[in-house]
């Protein structure tokens, strides 16, 4: 007996629900901003300067996230974003990163789905930001690791390979 369309059609689009968001990626070229890569509203990448937050601003921008942990930058980039009229918030996750938390899963997902607009989220190099940004796609929106991983290391994601797969509870690299 061979199955109907209708559960055929079922499958598919239950198939395709579990896969999570489809996203694509773009590097782009921000000047003060190293490692620019456009993924849907969210533009990931290393520490912007305060030029670059200004042509964010511009730009439409209302959210700044960073993952830089405290004391890693010379210079007070709350202070520069708030002047420009958007929101900085911060998901600190001090280098090296051993873990990735719960609270940072949490916190993420807030920033994602309060923000009115694109989010520029960065770290130093893209890498941290990248690593957070994959566990979440695959917690929160249900996105395939493999998925997630692979956008991941094409926004910077590195150094941070071996902790989000054992957040997802995938073996290490060898």
Same mark, same amino acid.
């Given at each position: 007996?061979?199955?109907?369309?209708?559960?055929?059609?079922?499958?598919?689009?239950?198939?395709?629900?579990?896969?999570?968001?489809?996203?694509? &990626? &773009?590097?782009?070229?921000? +000047?003060?901003?190293?490692?620019?890569?456009?993924?849907?509203?969210?533009?990931? !990448?290393?520490?912007?300067?305060?030029?670059?937050?200004?042509?964010?601003?511009? %730009? !439409?921008?209302?959210?700044?996230?960073? &993952?830089?942990?405290?004391?890693?930058?010379?210079? @007070? %980039?709350?202070?520069? /974003? +708030? $002047?420009?009229?958007?929101?900085?918030?911060?998901?600190?996750?001090?280098?090296?990163? &051993? %873990?990735?938390? +719960?609270?940072?899963?949490?916190?993420? @997902?807030?920033?994602?789905?309060?923000? +009115?607009?694109?989010?520029?989220?960065?770290? !130093?190099?893209?890498?941290? /930001?990248?690593?957070?940004?994959?566990?979440?796609?695959?917690?929160?929106?249900?996105?395939?690791? $493999?998925?997630?991983?692979?956008?991941?290391?094409?926004?910077?994601?590195?150094?941070?390979?071996?902790?989000?797969?054992?957040?997802?509870?995938?073996?290490? %690299?060898?």
């Amino acid at each position: 007996m061979r199955p109907s369309v209708t559960i055929l059609l079922l499958a598919s689009l239950n198939l395709a629900a579990c896969s999570g968001p489809k996203i694509t &990626t &773009t590097p782009i070229e921000v +000047d003060g901003m190293e490692n620019s890569v456009l993924a849907g509203d969210l533009l990931i !990448g290393s520490q912007p300067s305060a030029e670059a937050l200004s042509h964010f601003a511009d %730009e !439409g921008y209302r959210v700044i996230l960073s &993952t830089r942990g405290e004391g890693e930058l010379q210079w @007070d %980039e709350k202070a520069v /974003v +708030d $002047s420009l009229g958007m929101q900085f918030i911060s998901i600190p996750m001090p280098g090296p990163v &051993t %873990e990735i938390t +719960d609270e940072q899963i949490e916190r993420f @997902d807030d920033v994602i789905n309060s923000a +009115d607009g694109p989010v520029v989220l960065h770290c !130093g190099s893209g890498n941290r /930001v990248s690593g957070l940004w994959a566990v979440w796609l695959v917690e929160k929106e249900g996105m395939k690791p $493999s998925t997630a991983i692979g956008l991941a290391e094409k926004t910077g994601m590195k150094g941070i390979r071996a902790v989000v797969l054992q957040r997802l509870g995938l073996p290490p %690299e060898e």
